[in-house]
């Protein structure tokens, strides 16, 4: 569980496929406090740490994650390349504030970025996303976006708008992003099971008629 509150960047440092799998290797600041069986969100995806790689001083300097098939056919991770800024997430501490929403870092769906510009000290972005799940944004409501908590300003059929704040857009990668780039997105898992019991409602109710 996550917060959507990213805690640092990392950067792709080397990518190998193997079989229909992708392992990743990154560098982050955290990197010496983090240990293997860990789950990070990465631009909102939650990946497990497979493997701690020393460097000269025998001392943590990079780790490595396992993306399968199903998370690379969801996600923007098929496209990494090395050197890649990536928002990083550590899972959410028992009794912890919790400063964004309820994040799984399960990725619905890939987005595309359709406009960034700077509206006099904050950035403007509207991101394309598939009509599926229009049922599930709400104006002032939460969506994940590469793992940022964000709230949205309007919501429309094909896309969604939201408004960055220059801390947002300095310690995210969203400052890394151009028009026409793919970003993973999460709904609130609150909207979720609210139309989950409306479709079973409504399954059911001719039985019960």
């Known amino acids: 569980m996550f917060t959507g509150i990213v805690e640092n960047m990392g950067q ?44 000269n001083t025998g001392e943590g300097v990079s780790y490595r994650v396992t993306a399968v ?11 990494w390349k090395v050197g890649k800024k990536v928002n990083l997430e550590r899972c959410l501490k028992v009794g912890a504030r919790l400063d964004g929403h309820f994040v799984q870092g399960h990725v619905d769906t890939i987005g595309q970025l359709k406009e960034i510009s ?51 857009w300095e310690h995210t990668n969203f400052h890394t992003l151009e028009e026409g780039q793919d970003v993973n997105l999460e709904f609130d898992i609150l909207g979720k099971y609210f139309l989950r019991q409306q479709e079973i409602e409504h399954a059911l109710s001719p039985l019960q008629g």
Do not use: M
Not at 31 to 52: F, M, N, P, W, Y
């Open 69 to 79: 098939e199903e998370t690379l056919e969801k996600t923007q991770l098929s496209d």
């Open 118 to 168: 700077e509206r006099e000290g904050s950035w403007w972005v509207e991101i394309n996303y598939p009509r599926e799940f229009a049922k599930l944004l709400v104006p002032k409501g939460s969506i994940c976006v590469n793992g940022t908590s964000l709230t949205v300003i309007d919501a429309g059929l094909d896309s969604f708008s939201l408004t960055l704040i220059p801390y947002t």
């Open 12 to 55: 792709v440092q080397a990518l190998q496929k193997e079989g229909t799998n992708l392992h990743i290797e990154l560098e982050a600041p955290f990197t010496e406090a983090i240990q293997v069986d860990q789950s990070i969100a990465h631009d909102g995806v939650c990946l497990t740490v497979t493997d701690i790689l020393a460097g």
